[in-house]
């Protein structure tokens, strides 16, 4: 064993709690447990004791002690054992009992040729939960930038505060489960047009297991971090998920166009020609709202087009694009849609966004997170006319999934379809051969007959046949 303890003592939990109350103003001494070989209880003049296991290291032959918990009576095991629950960086609290039996699974290790010691100083300069999700945030490719700025608040305001500081291979699913159980514990409170609503904690929980999630998943695929399991997978979902599959129906297009030029409705006109557009191009609302005006070319001809840019690498570096699975998308613009854009370019004078943020209604003090009119904002104001119309519940994204219902009950195929909404085919065809074919003269069909459709529902003439020249295909 070599070296040893100053003095001993006998495996009894009565004398080792005498042993420990009386170390208060004492010297420092090291106390071995008669019968656990390695076992050492240390005292401390604080009052303080702590639990070490002394072995000889096999590669250098050194005699280590290793810290393997603090020391704490039997009669208040419960207590600190639930404070120390609520601290994940606390260290362990053990019993005499449960002192023996670390020490020996510390004995069997180093019997086995480990070094509990040097797996110590590993740890210590392994990359700890935050590097790791700061990597994630710069590298994982294809992360939306509304989803990657999600998951930085979320990381940010709950999971670095609690695991931030861990090596990311010790992170454990009580460790997330933790972290998920301190946000449901608090109260969270909105303003919405100024009234004070109360929201689901466990919303937010759950984007923070997401968030979580996402960065493992990933480190496992790179090799990053020693991580070897997802500990966010164990952990049971905070809300019932279930997948949104609301198709609106022609009736409630109609009642939501009409909704946007009511003149009494309290949204701006570049929020109603946002909306009109998203309904129109089947786009997503943060590419509507975020439209560059570099993105628009032949807007007073008959081929107007739309290129919202994708990823692009420059010298080794990802320039992320705005479009969600960073593909170039090419929106072959209907005649009404590139009506309304000509309209809102016209409106926003010489600003580099075709909707650029309205400063007037931003906070003394406050800059907007973006120079054009933010998703979020479009949300909102989706709520806002279903609230004061009393229309049906529908987002945006429901309005891409009425795009591609008709589309498909007028007999286009499903590659025509996944260009127009930007969707990446699975097959090994589309993914590896045929990635390229943009199927030009079709999707421009597409685009103009779905137009046709909604100007038809809304009182408005067709600006194109609704037939579209292409073959249909399963």
Known sequence: MGRKATNTIEFNYQQTDKIARQAKRRPRREWRISGVDGLVLVTQPTGTATWYYFYRDKATGKTEKHRIGEYVPETEWKRHREAAK???????????????????????????????????????????????????????????????????YALEKDAYPAIGAMPAADVTPDHVLGVCQTIEAREIVTLVNGKRIKRSPRVQSQHTKSAIGGVFRWAKSEGLGNVKTNPARDVAPRIGITKRTRTPTDDELKARWAATEDKDSQLSQAMRTIIQLAILTAQRRDEVAGAHKSELSGLDTDNPVWKIPGDQVHRGLVIRGRT???????????????????????????????????????????????????????????????????????????????????????????????????????????????????????????????????????????????????????
């Open 86 to 152: 609520r601290d994940p960086h606390a260290p362990p609290i053990l019993t005499l009992a449960e002192a023996r039996r670390v020490a020996e699974e510390q004995r069997h290790a180093v019997q086995d040729g480990s070094s509990p010691v040097a797996l110590k100083r590993a740890r210590a300069n392994a990359m700890t939960f935050r590097q790791l999700a700061e990597r994630f945030l710069e590298e994982a490719p294809h992360l939306a930038i509304k989803t990657r700025r999600a998951y930085r």
């Open 324 to 474: 969600k699975n960073g593909v170039e998308q090419t929106v072959y613009l209907s005649k009404q849609a590139a009506e309304l854009f000509r309209k809102a370019v016209k409106l926003s004078e010489d600003k580099e966004f075709v909707f650029p943020a309205d400063l007037s209604r931003v906070k003394i003090g406050r800059t907007p997170r973006t120079g054009h009119v933010n998703g979020e904002s479009v949300s909102r104001a989706m709520g806002r006319l279903r609230s004061d119309n009393g229309l049906a519940d529908l987002t945006i994204h429901d309005m891409r999934r009425a795009a591609s219902t008709w589309l498909k009950n007028q007999g286009i195929s499903k590659d025509v379809r996944d260009l127009a909404l930007n969707h990446l085919g699975q097959s090994v065809d589309e993914r590896h051969y045929s990635a390229e074919a943009r199927m030009e003269t079709q999707v421009k069909a597409a685009f103009q007959a779905w137009a046709d459709h909604v100007s038809v529902l809304i009182g408005q003439p067709a600006q194109a046949s609704n037939v579209i020249p292409m073959p249909a295909r399963a």
